[in-house]
């Protein structure tokens, strides 16, 4: 183990906390880049994430007559206590090359919860009125005081998505980070409403993104606030 200034981390490869449908247990190791827990030296809890690839799409706006493709995908059948930092979208129909952050708390008696469900949604778009071969919709997680998200959602219909279908996480495990590249926009697709996915970044060396994307209701330059999960 070894103690930074303001997070201790542990590393270890000894499980795998994400289940891909279809897969056997040399498929799922051969999929993790790595496992990690960080722990506030407040002693609010400890914190673990994974990434994995993403193995399941649930949008793609194919028939919109958009100027360029795009498909979102999430991970499929989470193990119990672990949870979804968000869905990743990518500029083609291909298979998915994303990966994706997952999380799971160990919380402290008396401390905040790490992780918790979001509130509500805010909508972003649908394709209504497209004419494309999927209904789909984005939408931005909402939290409570003292929570964030670290990426958005997507849906295969036009209703808000559950409110398990990503986490959001305590303030002091995150920063703020940057809006990154465009990964895609609607332009062209004559839908009613207008959205540009664009990808997370971190320029700092002790923060990660979640491999998720920050959608925006329009083609302006991108406001954010967007957040990474602290790791030192």
């Known amino acids: 183990m070894r103690f930074l200034l303001i997070f201790s981390i542990v590393l270890t490869f000894s499980f795998f906390p994400l289940k891909v449908e279809g897969a056997d247990h040399s498929d799922l190791e051969s999929r993790l880049q790595h496992v990690q827990t960080i722990k506030s030296t407040q002693d609010n809890g400890k914190l673990t994430y994974s990434f994995t690839q993403v193995n399941t799409e649930i949008y793609n706006d194919r028939g919109t007559g958009s100027h360029s493709d795009v498909s979102i995908w999430y991970i499929?059948?989470?193990?119990?206590g672990w949870k979804s930092a968000g869905y990743f979208a990518q500029g083609s129909y291909n298979n998915p090359t994303g990966f994706v952050m997952g999380l799971k708390a160990e919380d402290v008696p008396?401390?905040?919860p790490i992780l918790t469900d979001p509130i509500d949604f805010q909508f972003i778009w649908n394709d209504s009125g497209s004419g494309g071969q999927n209904d789909g919709s984005i939408w931005r997680p909402i939290c409570k005081a003292g929570y964030v998200s670290l990426g958005s959602v997507a849906t295969n219909h036009y209703s808000k998505p559950s409110l398990s279908s990503i986490t959001c996480v305590r303030q002091d495990f995150t920063v703020e980070v940057n809006v990154g590249d465009l990964i895609w926009n609607d332009s062209g697709s004559g839908a009613n409403s207008d959205v540009a996915l664009y990808q997370i970044k971190s320029n700092l060396p002790y923060v990660l993104t979640s491999g998720?994307?920050?959608?925006?209701n329009n083609y302006s330059a991108p406001v954010g606030p967007v957040y990474g999960l602290r790791v030192q």
């Open 76 to 80: 499929r059948d989470f193990l119990p």
């Open 110 to 112: 008396g401390a905040a």
């Open 212 to 216: 998720s994307f920050y959608a925006q």
